[in-house]
């Protein structure tokens, strides 16, 4: 996709922010461009990393979001803050590509059974017919010749092979079987499967650093396995997944999730401005220029130990972010502004902004509340004027209060649409439901006003 490709793509969902929009777009480009370069050059040019700064609220996370889908990268989203220095209590800022890694190993995996879907479909159909049928008896073992020549055992006498007829009668119910559970007859048998029981385990080591005890050791010990009983229903995905994962090799999904977590994963470090202070600060945040600095190395690349393999961290894209509204960027350390070249500022959310947020997403608020009413046989719509009073309340709550960005539309919804959503059951015909300015008006002015807007601070 060309920039101008991906920010017009990118305007289907996130209002704005052209500036934010044209860095990513550009960055995203620069992949495929190094891609086309020799492999002496491809080497030498590293993401060019960026940050972004504004309130919350505006796009940011979302931004980031859609541009991994766009091009189905793997994609991770951190919390800086929730990091510690070495030797305190908390992550490891390692565990950020870890966690890239297995997000890149689950697309990698989904993409794999997507191709074998069908194999996988027809050997599932299999499965749950053989669960369906009632078991055949097995022939009995016979005893050791040895114990039955000195009488301490006695052979059983050995079931009859089934007949022709039998066998056809058994291969007739087969086949009806078959077609009862294509028609969705059997949904609601119960059937027993037998099932991986996972090793959950988490514990801190010497250093005071999380350490996964359930990864390390299930690639170690064997995988023990139990019976469980479930309507067929729910036994159907199990064993799809079982069935495609017989169909693709482990080794070729590492392998090529390691290289598309390298030279295509993207990772989000939100409340990077939460971690930048000063090295003389006292008190809880102490280590937040530790933590810093243990993030350096893995911006500026460095070779991370996982359960997987070594992932190289050089062309992983970094995305930083935060509100920035007591910390500057001038506040991190010299090396890490250094390491994210490209800054950009996110604007504040104007009324026309929250007005073009209600209507031109794909993903629109107000396509999201109508959705959720159809079902309880209520087709909701809105009038131009009642959109405009709902950003222009919208609006005066972020500027009056806690600005928290298109968050706010939420909030403003909830309250207009409470008598709708708690009144419609389905029970009734399907009804017309109007939004228009007076019914905005009447069910927000009231206890909205210039005074009274404490029911809106979350």
Same mark, same amino acid.
């Given at each position: ?14 209002? %704005? ?23 002496? /050059? ?6 060019? &990393? ?5 309130? *919350? ?16 990268? +793997? ?53 749950? =017919?053989? /669960? ?11 005893? &050791? +010749? ?16 089934? *007949? ?12 009806? *079987? ?5 028609? %969705? ?21 010497? $250093? ?9 050791? %299930?690639? /170690? ?15 159907? $995905? ?5 069935? @495609? ?7 070729? !999904? &590492? ?22 202070? $000063?090295? #003389? ?22 070779? =991370? ?5 070594? =992932? ?17 960027? @001038? ?6 502004? %250094? ?5 950009? *500022? ?54 009056? #209060? ?12 909830? &309250?207009?649409?409470?008598?709708? @959503?708690? #009144? ?9 439901? !109007? ?18 807007? $404490?029911?809106?601070?979350?």
């Amino acid at each position: 996709m060309t920039p101008r490709e991906i920010v017009n793509a990118l305007d289907r969902y996130i209002i %704005g922010q052209d500036e934010a929009k044209r860095a990513v777009a550009i960055a995203l480009r620069n992949r495929y461009r190094r891609s086309c370069l020799p492999p002496e /050059l491809r080497e030498e040019i590293t993401p060019k &990393n960026i940050i972004m700064l504004g309130p *919350t609220g505006v796009g940011k996370t979302e931004i980031a979001r859609r541009l991994a889908k766009l091009v189905e990268a +793997p994609f991770v989203k951190v919390e800086a803050s929730k990091y510690t220095e070495v030797g305190y209590v908390g992550r490891d800022v390692e565990s950020m590509v870890r966690d890239l890694v297995e997000e890149s190993i689950r697309l990698t995996k989904q993409k794999r059974m997507e191709l074998v879907k069908d194999a996988a479909a027809a050997a599932t159909e299999q499965r749950l =017919v053989e /669960l369906l049928l009632p078991q055949q008896k097995r022939a009995a073992r016979p005893v &050791n +010749p040895l114990q039955f020549l000195l009488g301490s055992g006695q052979a059983e006498p050995e079931e009859p092979k089934p *007949t022709e007829e039998e066998q056809q009668a058994r291969k007739t119910l087969r086949e009806q *079987t078959l077609e009862r559970l294509r028609a %969705g007859l059997l949904e609601k048998e119960i059937v027993e499967i037998e099932v991986e029981e996972s090793i959950n385990a988490m514990m801190f080591g010497a $250093s005071g650093m999380e350490v996964d005890m359930g990864g390390m050791l %299930g690639d /170690l010990l064997p995988k023990k396995k139990k019976s469980k009983r479930m309507p067929v229903e729910h036994a159907r $995905s199990i064993l799809m997944q079982q069935e @495609s994962e017989k169909r693709i090799d482990p080794d070729d !999904v &590492n392998r090529e999730a390691l290289y598309n977590a390298e030279q295509n994963g993207i990772i989000f470090l939100d409340e990077i401005d939460k971690i930048a202070g $000063s090295a #003389n600060q006292m008190g809880a945040d102490v280590s937040r220029e530790g933590v810093q600095r243990d993030i350096l190395p893995i911006v500026e690349g460095t070779t =991370v130990s996982t359960k997987y393999g070594p =992932v190289k961290t050089d062309f992983i894209l970094f995305i930083g972010a935060g509100a920035f509204h007591v910390a500057k960027v @001038s506040d991190l350390i010299p090396e890490l502004q %250094g390491r994210f070249p490209i800054r950009v *500022t996110l604007k504040d959310l104007s009324e026309d902004d929250f007005y073009a947020i209600l209507t031109q997403p794909d993903n629109a608020v107000t396509k999201q509340y109508a959705a959720l009413l159809k079902p309880d046989n209520v087709n909701l719509s809105f009038t131009e004027d009642a959109l405009r009073e709902i950003a222009k309340f919208a609006f005066r709550a972020n500027e009056q #209060n806690e600005n928290i960005g298109a968050r706010r539309l939420h909030t403003v919804m909830e &309250n207009l649409l409470n008598d709708i @959503s708690f #009144n419609a059951n389905g029970q009734h015909p399907m009804i017309d439901v !109007v939004v228009d300015g007076a019914y905005v008006d009447a069910h927000l002015s009231a206890e909205w006003g210039e005074d009274n807007i $404490s029911k809106y601070i979350l």
